[in-house]
């Protein structure tokens, strides 16, 4: 492996969480064996520290009943019945030279401790001592016990067994440590591979979306964990980052062709005059047509724009008291002449007051963009009734109902986007932009615009503002 893949392999989650692992097995399982290795060792100690004071209370016992000579007897055959190279036993005078002792050619290095024979004469009654014997490597545990005025005893026991026996633990500790060291890591990579795989697939994912496929989704698992509601979010964040992709793609679709059409409409009319017209009328009659279509390109952009603004609330609208009652019936007077000459009954039903804080000319332009609507849409004969009210909730409500050529249920979710024209109106003038500025209007006054149709009998538009309060905030 390079130094620079070993670097990335070093600064991996798998593998840290792999050492974090194996680190803290291995540290709390010397804790729990250093913890039993001073458990057994104290315990070992403490059984050869009792047997050391029994024999010292039987040697008290022989010299009381049987006195010093019988003593000695006693010692050798102690010695002969546990082993020479087990025990020893000597008998010192107070200062400190030994007067008898068992045969002590194999315990020839161990010599008496002054200090422990003063102490015992100073009254401790029995004082232990661990000598080391260097050339055999094993320790001897050694009392000094006071048997009677002037007497002392020191009795020695050899620990070569308990040293056997806890070389052998710690060979098998390491060997065992050794071994489940190795399966810690090996457990710890494959958990901190299956907890990492999730972001892995998650990290894939992203790339080849950085590369451009936006239709890749992570792979969700069933268990619910962390890594599942990360990718179940990851998926969601796609799907609506590929809808506003989409959206943006069509809106800017739709922009090029309502701007292509104008132009290229101008430019056929300015040929068709330049290879064609010789009188002053045909150029005067261009110029007033491109001025014509100028106009309506220009109304466009500038509604374009004006929905922007609205929707991102850039232009703080004006917080004026209002009345969409007397905004309503004003709206009804402009557009009466134009329902005249369609042959549409306009009624207006706004009798009382209804006081709103808001912007009058974007109110009035959202009520003028649906009565607009309303009676194009609805053939002579037909009728258009404008009408505010109040909801149960307090909520002012204005609806503009028409019995006009209605809206099929397919195309109903679609009509308030930008651009977005039914197929059944294309015949009448518009530029799909109306409905979207009415929205971006009601919403920017903290208010909805909804609407129930049916194809052929009519639509109704439903605008609901709050009522009497200040606009807080501009949202789109
Ligand atoms: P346009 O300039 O085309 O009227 P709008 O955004 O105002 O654009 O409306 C979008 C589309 O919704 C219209 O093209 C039309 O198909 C449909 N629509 C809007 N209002 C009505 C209505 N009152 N009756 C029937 N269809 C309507």
């Known amino acids: 492996m390079s130094s620079k893949k070993m670097l990335r392999f070093r600064n991996t989650l798998a593998f840290r969480l792999t050492l974090w692992y194996a680190g803290i097995f291995t540290i709390s399982s010397c804790v729990a064996f250093l913890l039993f290795y001073t458990l057994i060792t104290s315990v070992i100690r403490e059984r050869t520290d009792q047997e050391l004071l029994s024999q010292a209370s039987q040697f008290s016992t022989v010299l009381a009943t049987r006195g010093l000579a019988a003593i000695e007897d006693f010692a050798v055959l102690e010695a002969q019945a546990a082993g020479v190279k087990k025990v020893f036993f000597r008998l010192l005078y107070p200062t400190g030279q030994a007067f008898a002792s068992t045969n002590m050619a194999y315990w020839k290095n161990i010599g008496v401790r002054e200090k422990a024979v003063g102490e015992v004469l100073r009254g401790r009654r029995q004082i232990f001592d661990t000598i080391v014997l260097r050339d055999r490597g094993d320790e001897v545990r050694v009392l000094y016990a006071l048997l009677a005025p002037g007497i002392i005893l020191q009795v020695g026991q050899s620990m070569e067994n308990t040293s056997r026996f806890i070389d052998a633990f710690q060979g098998m500790f390491v060997t065992t440590m050794v071994g489940l060291i190795a399966l810690a890591t090996g457990v710890g990579w494959f958990m901190a591979r299956r907890a990492v795989s999730g972001v892995e697939a998650i990290t894939r994912t992203a790339q080849n979306i950085s590369e451009g496929s936006l239709e890749q989704r992570v792979p969700v698992k069933t268990a619910g964990d962390e890594i599942d509601q990360l990718a179940m ?20 679709d739709n922009i090029a062709h309502d701007l292509k059409s104008p132009i290229t409409r101008i430019r056929g009319l ?37 929905i922007s603004k609205t929707e991102s609330g850039v232009d703080k609208l004006a917080q004026d008291k209002i009345d969409l009652s007397e905004i309503a019936r004003s709206a009804c007077d402009l557009f009466g002449p134009m329902a005249e000459d369609n042959g549409v009954i306009l009624t207006c039903d706004a009798p009382s007051p209804s006081p709103l804080f808001g912007d009058p000319r974007m109110i009035q332009r959202m009520l003028a963009n649906l009565l607009d609507n309303a009676i194009k849409y609805t053939p002579s004969g037909g ?85 009497s309060e200040p606009t807080k905030e501009k949202t789109a």
């Open 270 to 306: 300015a040929e068709v005059t330049l290879t064609t017209g010789k009188a002053l009328g045909d150029y005067e009659n261009m110029t007033a047509s491109t001025i014509e279509e100028c106009d309506r390109l220009l109304d466009m952009i500038n509604t374009m724009l004006l």
């Open 233 to 252: 979010t990851f998926n969601q964040m796609l799907d609506r980052i590929e809808k506003l992709v989409t959206e943006v793609k069509e809106m800017s």
């Open 383 to 467: 009728t258009v009734t404008v009408s505010v009210s109040e909801n149960e909730k307090k909520d002012l409500v204005a609806t503009v109902r028409d019995t006009g050529i209605g809206i099929s249920e397919s195309d109903l979710p679609r009509i308030f986007e930008r651009f977005y024209r039914c197929d059944q109106s294309r015949s009448k003038p518009g530029i799909g932009l109306g409905l979207s500025l009415a929205r971006a209007i009601a919403r920017a006054h903290q208010g909805e615009i909804t609407v129930t149709s049916r194809l052929n009998q009519g639509s109704t538009f439903t605008i609901t503002l709050p009522s």
